[in-house]
């Protein structure tokens, strides 16, 4: 099939994309006579592409760089010149698609991948139904569109963006990517979860006391003020990675892998959050935004001084919820904290599933508070997971510790593991859509973060916190979870 990349001389392309397919090329997992067609504004010929693509591979790629396996990827990467709004220029990108088709005898099966502006994604659609780029299901060459996040800005706005998408490409075409869910560790959930006999027992409101989710970044707003002005961390990371580690976390057992019954449970988990709104968001919500301080010991401006940025912006850089799962595994009231910030200590990812206290006696009696015992799955920066359980100090008096039984993929299994959209870019070819998002999950997770968006746009709704660049988010996300007896994990 042919990969098509609507900017593909950008930098997710140069990054990610264009790496993770010669990682697939050099593990054995490329399907074969694939082309990769890039296209965007750069007046680019096909050798400066292959050059493009060489720089990000040498920058970005787990895997070096192999002369013979580079000569390989290298013949199957072209470049088209167009600009996506202009009339007739499809028609352009169509004569030199049919030609590399042509030439290397390919079946005309495509895949679009949108890796534009949210802004470009609905008059690309028009453009590709215009000229015909997609026919209809059984009806011709396999046709898929692969669309980054975000998916509109609210719910209203994400329901016009599917519907025209829906226009033009069926739901089984449309995959909508996320690439958090290509990553080893949140693949593993299902399989911790559903395949160990001792954990799915107590993954509920019985055995659970509160579980916390967090997805931390180092690094500030950067290049992207214009469009972090517009997005926020609610709508760039709570809306799609957090929600989606959560239903990941929460969802029932499906009774089979296909694509379709694992997003159906997932969807059921979203469906099921306590509405947030009114003055409840107040609460149960903390949006922050971080003030000049330092990062790995150097002085870093706050957000407002960043370039690009508003000096009177009240766009948060950090979020923090505090959210129930109504439905007969959660219902009995266990308690969820997710927390995703910029200009954090550190990146890292981590989900924690704290267990309840054992009751007061023995070893947690006369005073001796034992730490429960808590679950921990690590997303990044070292995937893995561990459990903190209590243990007996060596010696003739009984005491206890809490010790760390760890499991680390790189100890275990060796080498790097497979980039997320290595993963990603092989199941859209060969058209599995589990690690996709569904459009009825998509505006779920709009229809119930809407009302916290709305609440924030009232003039009586109070102003982001403001929290020191590098410290843990502003001190109101602590009395958050305090208030409810608990604290936030020592990352």
Not at 211 to 227: D, F, L, W
Not at 251 to 256: G, L
Request: proline fraction near 6%.
């Amino acid at each position: 099939m042919t990969l098509v990349i609507f900017g593909g001389a950008g930098d997710l392309a140069h990054r990610k994309l264009l790496p993770a397919l010669y990682n697939l090329l050099v593990d054995g997992l490329l399907p074969e006579h694939v082309a990769v067609v890039g296209v965007g504004r750069r007046e680019f010929s096909d050798d400066q592409y292959r050059a493009f693509a060489r720089d990000g591979i040498q920058q970005f790629s787990r895997r070096p760089i192999d002369e013979a396996r580079w000569a390989e990827f290298a013949k199957l990467l072209y470049f088209v010149n167009i600009d996506l709004t202009a009339e007739g220029a499809f028609a352009t990108l169509g004569s030199r698609l049919d030609l590399v088709e042509h030439e290397q005898g390919r079946s005309g099966d495509r895949v679009y991948y949108l890796a534009i502006p949210p802004s470009l994604i609905v008059p690309t659609i028009d453009q590709l139904a215009r000229a015909r780029f997609v026919a209809p299901m059984n009806g011709g060459p396999v046709a898929r569109v692969i669309v980054e996040k975000p998916i509109g800005h609210d719910l209203a706005s994400a329901k016009a963006i599917n519907e025209a998408i829906a226009k033009v490409f069926d739901e089984r075409q449309i995959f909508r990517i996320d690439h958090y869910l290509g990553k080893e560790t949140v693949q593993n959930i299902l399989v911790l979860r559903f395949a160990n006999s001792f954990l799915e027992p107590i993954v509920n409101s019985r055995h659970i006391d509160h579980v916390q989710i967090t997805v931390a970044e180092a690094e500030g707003v950067g290049t992207r003020a214009g469009y972090y002005e517009q997005a926020g961390a609610l709508r760039d990371m709570v809306q799609n990675h957090l929600l989606q580690l959560l239903t990941l976390i929460a969802m029932e057992p499906p009774h089979s892998l296909d694509a379709d019954v694992v997003r159906d449970e997932k969807l059921e988990v979203v469906q099921s959050l306590r509405p947030i709104s009114g003055e409840d968001v107040d609460r149960f919500v903390v949006r922050g935004q971080y003030a000049a301080g330092q990062a790995d010991g150097k002085p870093v401006p706050g957000y407002r001084e960043e370039p690009g940025v508003n000096r009177s912006s009240s766009i948060e850089t950090f979020v923090a919820l505090h959210l129930f799962i109504e439905n007969w595994r959660w219902g009995a009231g266990v308690p969820f904290f997710l927390r995703t910030g910029k200009r954090l200590p550190k990146r890292v990812s981590e989900i924690s599933v704290h267990l309840k206290p054992v009751p007061p006696i023995l070893f947690n009696a006369g005073g001796k508070n034992l730490e429960p015992d808590v679950l921990m799955i690590r997303i990044q920066p070292d995937e893995g997971f561990g459990l903190r359980i209590e243990s007996k100090v060596p010696g003739p008096s009984v005491s206890t510790k809490p010790v760390n039984m760890e499991f680390c993929y790189k100890d275990i299994f060796g080498g790097s593991s497979p980039e997320a959209y290595e993963r990603l870019l092989l199941d859209v070819m060969v058209g599995d859509a589990t690690l996709f998002m569904r459009r009825d999950q998509v505006e779920a997770s709009w229809s119930w973060l809407t009302p916290i968006l709305e609440r924030w746009s009232q003039q009586s709704a109070a102003a982001p916190a403001l929290y020191e660049a590098g410290t843990w988010g502003p001190a109101e996300a602590n009395r958050l979870i305090e208030a409810t007896g608990r604290r936030w994990d020592t990352l």
